[in-house]
């Protein structure tokens, strides 16, 4: 059984920062491109960033860039969201993604408020 | 930019509903596929692919559930829907990951 779980989501100030982790099981995670897709409260799904199956490429959202940083270690299957300065408007539930997005994790909530 | 309609959708119990979405480009890629999917989002509950490359449902997605479509232009159609649908269905270019805005279905 596949299973994708994040952790690290929190209460954080602006300008906080927060690192989110995504263990993977159950599925052959270093031959396949990952991606973190976020959800702002009753708000649609967004897109956050990709990395490929060797780190060697990464993609962000044009909002996040320069703030968020995704990594991966292939050796532990888990899958890594460095989120600094942060902003009320980071406030979402982020989700681990697969790269056909043919599964997603539970979703870890952010939120970033005073 | 990926667009959906109906934003809302009420559907009768037993009856079909359609969703349409809209890409402002064309999905077609350069291998010659089209990454176009379908994600069902249920209360409370992480999205779920329903539909790969325009119109390959998932393992496990009854078989009521079907997508189409072309270019710029998909549809997800639910030939009679059932309670177990009711949630917020989203497209997504897959080339990307741009979503549609959902359309969240409802039994009238």
């Known amino acids: 059984e596949v299973q994708l779980v994040e952790s690290g989501g929190n209460l954080v100030q602006p300008g906080g920062s927060l690192r989110l982790s995504c263990a993977v099981s159950?599925?052959?995670?270093?031959?396949?491109?990952m991606n973190w897709v976020r959800q702002a409260p009753v708000r649609g799904l967004e897109w956050v960033a990709s990395i490929k199956r060797d780190g060697s490429e990464i993609y962000y959202v044009d909002s996040v860039k320069g703030r968020f940083t995704i990594s991966r270690d292939n050796a532990k299957n888990s899958l890594y969201l460095q989120m600094n300065s942060l902003r009320v408007e980071d406030t979402a539930v982020y989700y681990c993604?697969?790269?056909?997005?043919?599964?997603w994790g539970q979703g870890t909530l952010v939120t970033v408020s005073s | 930019v990926m667009t959906q309609s109906p934003l809302s959708l009420p559907v009768t119990l037993g009856q079909p509903a359609s969703i349409s979405c809209r890409s402002s480009?064309?999905?077609?890629?350069?291998?010659?596929?089209?990454?176009l999917f379908w994600f069902q989002q249920r209360p409370g509950q992480s999205p779920r692919r329903l539909i790969y490359?325009?119109?390959k449902r998932d393992s496990g997605v009854p078989d009521r559930f079907s997508g189409s479509g072309s270019g710029t232009d998909f549809t997800l159609k639910i030939s009679r829907v059932e309670a177990e649908d009711v949630g917020v269905y989203y497209c997504?270019?897959?080339?990307?990951?741009?979503f549609g805005q959902g359309t969240r279905l409802e039994i009238k």
């Open positions: 480009q064309s999905l077609v890629h350069s291998d010659g596929n089209t990454y």
């Open positions: 490359e325009v119109s």
């Open positions: 993604v697969t790269g056909g997005a043919d599964y």
């Open positions: 997504m270019q897959g080339i990307y990951w741009r």
């Open positions: 159950g599925f052959p995670f270093s031959n396949d491109w």
